[in-house]
């Protein structure tokens, strides 16, 4: 009898975990004021909303502001290194950072980021690193470099995308090639505008265009044409205007965050790729009724798995949005939510700059309600394996105690979590 209640017990806990999604996330503070990193002291960061990036090794990039030995002031740096800022000197010059500087990193953990050269002159720079890769001046593909625009993009072999101005048009270029200009022809039209960009690592170009001859924003391909315009039709939703471009996948998925339309005309939010819906308004995670799509970041990675910041409705409080309760979600799970608390301290927002890598880890940065600031990597806590749950069936019948339903890492309102 006792055999064949452990043999239930073990099955029916199999079934129900082979089952399920992916599990909770563990939230671990990766850096904050105090923290040491190179020999610079991280004293704090802007109120801008820069970006993260994390790769696949679980290093994260980001802004913050240090003091050290070359001085003080905005750095670009990881949890594992300084690379660059501070009064630091790379590849012969001091880089310094404006009004909302950008970066972007590779697996290879290649850091791109654009920079004026010297503090207190003009010219800026492009750097993956320390190296300089790119000035204003150069001549890349025949064309002259008069200004460096952002945000830079990087794949894990190395291209960097990055859009300039030259004398004759503003284009898109490699470190060695122009890619696109305004006023060519292309997919039949004429590139009026191009705005944001990506590349996956088999160097597949996508970017957000607009041509003299469409009333309306587009996303295309250099190698496919235009693949999403406004006022086509995904799944009985009609795409009203692009909010947001979060990337392209190695099967050349694009990800966007749309404003769209229903079959009854009702106005709703959604994210989609070229032919797919990945979530709607309205739709549920976690248990929660998602009432807003929020901020103009959405990622895809990989392996099918997508991560976006949603809201609910919270009358009365003060978070990113004003009387909404912002929530990060990931791989269908909760990753965190404003009003948790992390490391002992109440979180007043969540910024709108996350990214998430192939192995669905997610990385952010968080205001607490004293106004402090930290950056933020959540990891996916894995399923148990068939011979760990068969190990907890053999102990759950020796002790003879009664099963209780396991704590969550994954925080709710005021719900601690551990560092």
């Given at each position: 009898m006792k055999s064949l209640s452990f043999l239930a017990v073990v099955a029916a806990v199999f079934v129900f975990h082979s089952s399920a999604s992916a599990g909770p996330f563990h939230l671990q503070i990766v850096a904050e004021a105090g923290d040491v990193i190179d020999g610079r002291t991280i004293t704090g960061f802007s109120s801008e909303v820069l970006n993260v990036a994390i790769n696949n090794d679980r290093e994260v990039a980001f802004f913050a502001n240090v003091a050290g030995p070359q001085g003080s002031g905005s750095g670009v740096m990881t949890q594992r290194r300084f690379i660059a800022g501070a009064g630091k000197v790379v590849d012969g010059h001091v880089p310094s950072?404006?009004?909302?500087?950008?970066?972007?990193?590779?697996?290879?953990?290649?850091?791109?980021?654009?920079?004026n050269l010297d503090a207190g002159q003009s010219g800026r720079g492009l750097y993956v690193n320390e190296t300089l890769l790119v000035r204003d001046g150069d001549v890349i593909d025949g064309h002259t470099i008069l200004t460096l625009g952002k945000p830079p993009r990087i794949n894990d072999a190395g291209t960097v995308l990055f859009v300039a101005q030259t004398p004759e048009f503003d284009g898109l270029f490699s470190q060695s090639t122009l890619l696109i200009r305004e006023g060519q022809s292309f997919d039949g039209l004429t590139?009026?505008?191009?705005?944001?960009?990506?590349?996956?690592?088999?160097?597949?170009?996508?970017?957000?265009?607009?041509?003299?001859?469409?009333?309306?924003?587009?996303?295309?391909?250099l190698g496919d044409g235009i693949v999403l315009r406004e006022g086509d039709v995904?799944?009985?939703?009609?795409?009203?205007?692009?909010?947001?471009?979060?990337?392209?996948?190695?099967?050349?998925?694009?990800?966007?965050?749309?404003?769209?339309?229903?079959?009854?005309?009702?106005?709703?939010?959604?994210?989609?790729?070229?032919?797919?819906?990945?979530?709607?308004?309205?739709?549920?995670?976690?248990?929660?009724?998602?009432?807003?799509?929020?901020?103009?970041?959405?990622?895809?990675?990989?392996?099918?798995?997508?991560?976006?910041?949603?809201?609910?409705?919270?009358?009365?409080?003060?978070?990113?949005?004003?009387?909404?309760?912002?929530?990060l979600f990931a791989s269908g799970q909760l990753v965190v939510s404003e009003q948790d608390v992390l490391d002992g301290k109440i979180i007043r927002f969540v910024y709108p700059n996350f990214d998430m890598n192939d192995r669905g880890d997610v990385a952010f940065r968080v205001v607490f309600e004293d106004f402090s600031q930290a950056v933020v990597v959540a990891t996916p806590i894995p399923e148990p394996s068939s011979a760990a749950l068969a190990a907890l069936g053999v102990l759950f019948l020796l002790a003879s105690r009664d099963m209780q339903r396991p704590g969550r890492d994954c925080p709710t309102r005021n719900e601690e979590v551990v560092r």
């Open positions: 950072f404006g009004d909302e500087p950008d970066l972007v990193m590779n697996n290879l953990g290649e850091v791109a980021y654009r920079a590139l009026h505008s191009r705005g944001d960009m990506h590349i996956n690592t088999a160097g597949e170009v996508a970017f957000r265009a607009e041509f003299d001859e469409f009333q309306g924003g587009t996303i295309a391909t995904i799944a009985g939703l009609t795409v009203e205007r692009i909010r947001g471009f979060g990337g392209i996948t190695n099967d050349g998925d694009i990800v966007t965050r749309i404003a769209g339309s229903g079959i009854d005309g009702e106005p709703i939010a959604f994210i989609a790729t070229q032919d797919r819906i990945l979530f709607r308004q309205g739709d549920i995670v976690a248990g929660i009724e998602v009432s807003y799509i929020t901020g103009a970041n959405v990622v895809l990675n990989d392996n099918g798995e997508f991560a976006f910041l949603g809201a609910i409705d919270a009358p009365g409080e003060n978070g990113y949005f004003r009387d909404k309760r912002g929530i």
